[in-house]
């Protein structure tokens, strides 16, 4: 067969058959562009790398979240049987104690006003020892001729000596100071009945108990009173003896009785239980005086008293 027309066979079956190749004689280079070279490598092993995403795990493919169950509501984990406990107790004692401030707020805002001043007077305005004043005594002239005869004023000295008592019965407690009106309530054989009794005089002033006996005589004058009540009753000495627990051993009493002042000193305290009832007894050779009034303030748990003896009657 002639050159020429094998030719010319070869390159109609190339054609027929789409098959193409590179007549020039430069070899074919491959194409790396999207490979790194060697010294590209290192540079990327050299810089540090980012945090895969974590959909996303180490070879780069996504994740797929496992299957959830089909009553999953993503509840939370429940906290400790301690903890909701101190939760509980902690609401219920917070609720506690606002209620009963609440409802007895007069009697703390007694306590609170009385620590404040006490603070201040200690603190903030120190007491200063006063030096004595010199004045100057200026010599006057009499307008009567024989000097030794001087103008008398007998009712500036009776009634510089004259002195004034209540017209009810008082009880006058200096250091908290207090000024209540003392009142006297029938007795009853029946202690309820008695109690309301002391219960309805309370509303008036601080209840001298019937079995007491009268300031002056020989025996206990029972003096009892609020240190708190509710809030919503109308009485207006509700809260007369809130102080009670500020007094101290050596303070005094003054007892206002029909038109005479008894003065006691305050000898002792303490806290005794509701149904102890030796505070009532009478002694034959003492003339004393007995305070009392609930503690702690707001509540009927236990019962402070104070004792005093009689020192002096005006």
């Known amino acids: 067969m002639k050159s020429g027309?094998?030719?010319?066979?070869?390159?109609?079956?190339?054609?027929q058959q789409k098959i193409q190749f590179n007549t020039s004689r430069r070899p074919q280079v491959e194409d790396k562009s999207d490979q790194l070279s060697f010294a590209d490598y290192w540079e990327f092993q050299r810089k540090p790398?980012?945090?895969?995403?974590?959909?996303?795990?180490?070879f780069g493919k996504k994740r797929t979240p496992p299957p959830r169950a089909v009553f999953d509501?993503?509840?939370?984990?429940?906290?400790?049987?301690?903890?909701?406990?101190?939760?509980?107790?902690l609401t219920t004692l917070g609720a506690w104690g606002m209620t009963h401030v609440g409802m007895n707020i007069s009697a703390y805002s007694q306590i609170v006003e009385y620590k404040a001043e006490q603070m201040q007077a200690s603190v903030f305005s120190p007491k200063?020892?006063?030096t004595p004043k010199v004045e100057k005594i200026e010599k006057r002239r009499t307008p009567f001729r024989n000097k030794k005869i001087q103008p008398q004023n007998q009712a500036q000295k009776v009634f510089s000596d004259l002195?004034?008592?209540?017209?009810?019965?008082?009880?006058?407690?200096?250091?908290?100071?207090?000024?209540?009106?003392?009142?006297?309530?029938?007795?009853?054989?029946?202690?309820?009945?008695?109690?309301?009794?002391?219960?309805?005089?309370?509303?008036d002033g601080a209840v001298v108990h019937p079995i007491s006996h009268m300031p002056g005589n020989a025996g206990n004058l029972f003096v009892t009173g609020h240190s708190s009540y509710y809030a919503w009753d109308d009485g207006r000495y509700k809260d007369v003896f809130a102080l009670l627990h500020e007094l101290k051993t050596g303070d005094t009493v003054e007892i206002y009785w029909e038109g005479k002042k008894y003065v006691y000193e305050?000898?002792?305290s303490k806290v005794i239980p509701p149904t102890e009832t030796s505070?009532?007894?009478q002694p034959v050779d003492?003339?004393?005086?007995?305070l009392m009034t609930c503690t702690p303030v707001g509540t009927n748990k236990n019962r402070l008293i104070w004792t005093g003896d009689l020192i002096a009657v005006e």
């Open 266 to 268: 305050l000898t002792g």
């Open 49 to 58: 790398q980012k945090i895969q995403p974590k959909e996303q795990n180490l």
């Open 128 to 130: 200063k020892e006063e």
């Open 279 to 281: 505070v009532l007894s």
């Open 163 to 203: 002195t004034v008592h209540p017209s009810d019965n008082r009880i006058v407690l200096p250091r908290i100071g207090k000024n209540v009106p003392l009142v006297t309530v029938p007795s009853h054989k029946n202690w309820n009945n008695l109690e309301n009794n002391i219960q309805k005089g309370l509303k």
């Open 286 to 290: 003492r003339r004393i005086i007995t």
């Open 5 to 15: 027309t094998m030719s010319g066979f070869l390159l109609g079956f190339m054609k």
């Open 73 to 89: 509501f993503k509840i939370k984990k429940r906290r400790p049987l301690w903890k909701d406990l101190a939760i509980f107790c």
